[in-house]
């Protein structure tokens, strides 16, 4: 069974037995379109490069790079790419899930919900504010809480696409939590709609996936109970 459901267009959850994930074209499908020679370079030259270019840019648009306030924003716009922004772009900077037995025998759903991260559109480059919020069904395992807010970060902290990013939060929880039984769901606002466009300011995108039991309408209808329930 290969379990998916998204409200919108989401396709190709991997199966989790799936050793070599590279091999695995669904999952590569999910991936982050990335080149491969994409850390080629290291993080000091990316900053070095990124400055000299967005300093270009600053300049083509006809702003007087030795003004005081300015002088510094290319090279403080090149370091946010790079060290934060899109920090988890690189997988040197995946966090580690260190799980632990699940002593307490507990067998029901755990949801962490809430999650605020900040992401940017892939399509603009502007940001994407939301909450995330996502629960699993543990096996003989369980894993630190604030590891579920880090794997959230870690794909938001490049350019995304909300309904990639879905999945590959969810493929990470199935893999490191070695279960199907995973439900991740995402409203996010998209400034690239505030700010250009359509400059709508009310709308919102939600994205969510249920895998394994979650697909269960009761298992999931518990799960939407408890993310409404004012904590
Ligand atoms: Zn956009």
Redesign the pocket.
Known sequence: MRPKETLLSTKGTPNKHEEDMDLDHSFFSMETPLRADAFELDDDLKVELIEKHFKEIMQILGLDLNDDSLKGTPNRVAKMYVKELFKGLNPKNKPEAKLFDNKYNYKNMLVEKNISFHSV????F?P?IGKAHVAYIPNNEVVGLSKLNRIVRYFAQRPQVQERMTIQIANMLKEVLNTQDVAVIIEAD????AMRGVQDITSSTITSEFSGKFQDARTREELLNYIALKS
């Open positions: 559109c892939e399509h603009h502007v994407i998209h400034l690239c709609v």
